[in-house]
């Protein structure tokens, strides 16, 4: 074992998933702000932002680490925002787009980091056809 090259990745994917909190945290702080914008409209748009955001972490670096720590970012800015401000200033609106919203993020990140690895099943079929022709 080559302790410099395994010092290397673990580095890389410590680099890798603080990127992707910062960013999952500022797109969960956005779409919090905007989901109210155009009902159900909004509502969709941010959700299908924050999948696409985990899905194409966990695509992308093809680990579940990575895409997790985007799918806590986001969930984790859309939590805290849930709460009432010092002020009483909310958020949230307890409505049901409000439930969805606080719900919704977490259940479709979970469904995506749940996704078995699509990269080992290409990898694997691309291997096969060369080998057939």
């Given at each position: 074992m080559n302790t410099g090259t395994d010092r290397a990745a673990i580095i890389t994917i410590v680099l890798a998933s603080?990127?992707?909190?910062?960013?999952?945290?500022?797109?969960?702080?956005?779409?919090?702000?905007?989901?109210?914008?155009?009902?159900?409209?909004?509502?969709?748009?941010?959700?299908?932002?924050?999948?696409?955001?985990?899905?194409g972490f966990r695509l992308v670096f093809a680990s579940r680490v990575i895409g997790a720590a985007a799918a806590l970012g986001a969930v984790g800015a859309t939590a805290l925002l849930t709460r009432p401000g010092a002020g009483g200033t909310v958020f949230v609106v307890d409505d049901p787009l409000g439930y969805a919203w606080a719900i919704a993020p977490a259940l479709l990140s979970v469904v995506v980091l749940a996704l078995?690895?699509?990269?080992?099943?290409?990898?694997?079929?691309?291997?096969?056809?060369r080998m057939d022709t």
């Open positions: 603080l990127f992707a909190f910062v960013i999952g945290v500022a797109s969960g702080f956005i779409t919090t702000f905007t989901y109210q914008g155009l009902p159900p409209w909004g509502l969709i748009a941010g959700l299908v932002i924050i999948t696409a955001l985990v899905l078995p690895a699509l990269a080992g099943r290409r990898e694997g079929a691309s291997s096969r056809s």
